[in-house]
């Protein structure tokens, strides 16, 4: 299993936004509509954002929002604020009840 | 609300056994599958497996050798083993929950907990 494929970092201005993709392939991201998003901030555990491509759990914000199209995965932020800066990473099924991260990313906000 | 908390030794030697626990505090124990998750120091997560209550098990294909995880339910706890440890197994170690009805995702997590192989 090779990790899902994400950009090493993103960044951007306040309120602007911002996309990070997760690519994989057909076997894992192309097949199952269950991708995960998780925002981790230094020395904290990840937080659940996103699940199953595009759900929010409950009371997180709505800025954030996931979609997929083929074998990528991406995570939208809209409206960034500070406190948005964080590392992100996807996470999918991949098959045979099997997990996959993603490499993760930065986003500095600006 | 599920919490859980992970505990263990902080060094292990190397060729020894890493040995941890998660003890978990509310929600149903058999709505999830239990997890762990390690994250090498500035590095990405890993999946390394998981339990089912029933004690039915999964793990990652790069350890499976290596790995053991176990469920004591009367104590809400479940555990993991990774045998001939190397410095490549330094990391922070996260127990979380997996929750694979209506879905496929890890909601809940533990804070995890640093474990450093070194003679």
């Known amino acids: 299993q090779s990790a899902l494929t994400q950009p090493a970092s993103v960044s951007g201005s306040p309120g602007q936004s911002i996309t990070i993709s997760c690519t994989g392939i057909?076997?894992?991201?192309?097949?199952?509509?269950?991708v995960s998003w998780y925002q981790q901030h230094p020395g904290k555990a990840p937080k659940l954002m996103i699940y199953e491509g595009s759900k929010r759990p409950s009371g997180v914000s709505n800025r954030f929002s996931g979609s997929k199209s083929g074998n990528t995965a991406s995570l939208t932020i809209s409206g960034l604020q500070a406190e948005d800066e964080a590392d992100y990473y996807c996470c999918s099924y991949a098959g045979s009840s099997t997990s996959l991260f993603g490499g993760g990313t930065k986003l500095t906000v600006l | 609300q599920v919490q859980l908390q992970e505990s263990g030794p902080g060094l292990v030697k190397p060729s020894e056994t890493l040995s941890l626990t998660c003890t978990v505090s509310?929600?149903?124990?058999?709505?999830?599958?239990w997890s762990w998750i390690r994250q090498p120091p500035g590095k990405g997560l890993e999946w390394i497996g998981y339990i089912y209550y029933s004690g039915s098990t999964k793990y990652n294909p790069s350890l499976k050798s290596r790995v053991t995880i176990s469920v004591d339910t009367s104590q809400n706890q479940f555990s993991l083993k990774l045998s001939s440890v190397t410095a490549a197994d330094t990391a922070v170690y996260y127990c979380?929950?997996?929750?694979?009805?209506?879905?496929?995702?890890?909601?809940?997590w533990g804070q995890g907990t640093l474990v450093t192989v070194s003679s």
């Open positions: 979380a929950s997996l929750r694979y009805t209506s879905g496929w995702y890890y909601n809940y």
């Open positions: 057909n076997s894992d991201v192309g097949s199952y509509d269950l």
């Open positions: 509310g929600g149903s124990f058999s709505s999830y599958y």
